[in-house]
């Protein structure tokens, strides 16, 4: 059975910190792994992106703030949330693009989501 459970989410002030886990199991292998986010209303858009090598992706909007991590020997991402503000809000959702043998396929994958409040 495959898994992506997140967890770190909660409410802080404007200007506090948060770091958001995400654990991934029962793939057979996994590439790139990331961080998304939506917002009432609004598209889920591109957060952070973490290559299986390490090259990292960001979107304008939390470069200088946010950081992406991943420990491939757990099978785990990890981001950093600094300087945080209130536009920051809303459901963060972990993605990883995997390999399960039983699918014959690479695709990608969705965790559940975890809220992030900021308040102001």
């Known amino acids: 059975q495959v898994r992506l459970v997140e967890s770190g989410g909660g409410l802080v002030q404007a200007g506090g910190s948060l770091r958001l886990s995400c654990a991934a199991s029962?793939?057979?292998?996994?590439?790139?792994m990331g961080w998304y986010r939506q917002a009432p209303g609004k598209q889920r858009d591109m957060v952070a992106v973490?290559?299986?090598?390490?090259?990292?992706n960001y979107a304008d909007s939390v470069k200088g703030r946010f950081t992406i991590s991943r420990d491939n020997a757990e099978n785990t991402v990890y981001l950093q949330m600094n300087s945080l503000k209130p536009e920051d809000t809303a459901v963060y959702y972990c993605k990883a693009y995997a390999y399960k043998r039983s699918n014959y396929k690479w695709m990608d994958y969705w965790g559940q989501g975890t809220q992030v409040t900021v308040s102001s």
């Open positions: 973490i290559a299986s090598g390490g090259s990292t």
């Open positions: 029962g793939f057979n292998s996994i590439d790139s």
